[in-house]
């Protein structure tokens, strides 16, 4: 809750930028969070993933002082009816020369499912074409993961990741929660290899870019949606937000 009210004190409206304090104000902020919150003292043994990026700490805690370079957007449409309980709020991206950290912040009901799709090589040849049919019912991400997605030409979805379950870590071969290469063959999804995890109200992943076969001069496009983890219906939940959820017409843009 104070990690709530923090995030919500630093958000500036509407703009892509929601934690500008962190950035005002380093030094005081990341006193402030870490003093409060305590959370991302990483109590199970998580370490920073990359010694090389601005400290995170991959536990499902956003804390500020870790996410301050990132990349931030905000979604304020209020969920509709069928899917409340259940909300996407932030999604904030950071890449550094090897790695592509993520972080996602909302709620989660049983039986649904946060689902990212990722292109990694914005406007290049690989991935799916519009409509992407994506379609393994063999494990219970995949079948989230599952959806006919309206794409611009440009985004051609080769990776996702995704979520069924809040308020723990993802392990290996985790059927419920982490990555999956759905371009290579969208009938049949692999598991690609990540470090995830999520506290009740956020999750934070990182990846290497090797694993996402992301060349150096090549700009990821990242679109999260929220919705059923079994049904193939979508909650109007968007990050960036976006009007209709079976179709990417807004992406966050990682280069
Ligand atoms: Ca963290
Ligand atoms: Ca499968
Ligand atoms: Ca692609």
């Known amino acids: 809750m104070l990690l709530l009210a923090v995030l919500a004190a630093g958000c500036g409206g509407e703009s892509t930028d929601n934690i500008p304090d962190a950035t005002a104000n380093p030094t005081h902020d990341a006193t402030t969070i870490d003093s409060l919150t305590g959370a991302d003292a990483a109590p199970d ?5 990359d010694a090389s990026a601005p400290g995170f700490v991959i536990d499902g ?5 870790e996410w301050g370079a990132a990349n931030s957007h905000v979604n304020s449409i209020a969920v509709d009816g069928a899917f409340a309980g259940n ?15 993520l972080a996602i912040g909302g709620s989660l009901t049983a039986g649904n499912a946060i689902m990212l799709y990722l292109d990694h090589d914005l406007a290049g040849a690989d991935g799916l074409a519009s409509p992407a049919s994506l379609d393994d019912s063999a494990g219970a991400l995949d ?10 030409s440009e985004f051609r979805v080769d990776y996702a990741f995704g979520v069924l379950d809040m308020n723990r870590a993802a392990a290996p071969g985790d059927e419920r929660m982490g990555w999956r290469d759905v371009g290579t063959n969208p009938l049949s999804f692999a598991q690609v290899v990540g470090e995830t995890v999520c ?10 870019l090797a694993n996402l076969a992301v060349n150096p001069s090549d ?6 949606r929220l919705g059923s983890a079994t049904s193939g219906v979508l909650s109007n939940q ?18």
């Open 199 to 208: 506290s009740l109200d956020a999750c934070e992943t990182s990846i290497p």
């Open 238 to 255: 968007t990050l960036p937000q976006d009007a209709a959820p079976n179709s990417i017409n807004v992406y966050a843009t990682v280069p």
């Open 219 to 224: 700009q990821i496009g990242v679109a999260v």
């Open 143 to 152: 079948l989230a993961l599952s959806r006919v997605l309206i794409t611009p």
């Open 87 to 101: 909300a996407l709020s932030q999604l904030l991206t950071y890449r550094d020369s090897t790695t592509l950290y």
């Open 45 to 49: 043994g998580q370490v920073a993933a």
């Open 61 to 65: 805690v956003i804390n500020p002082a």
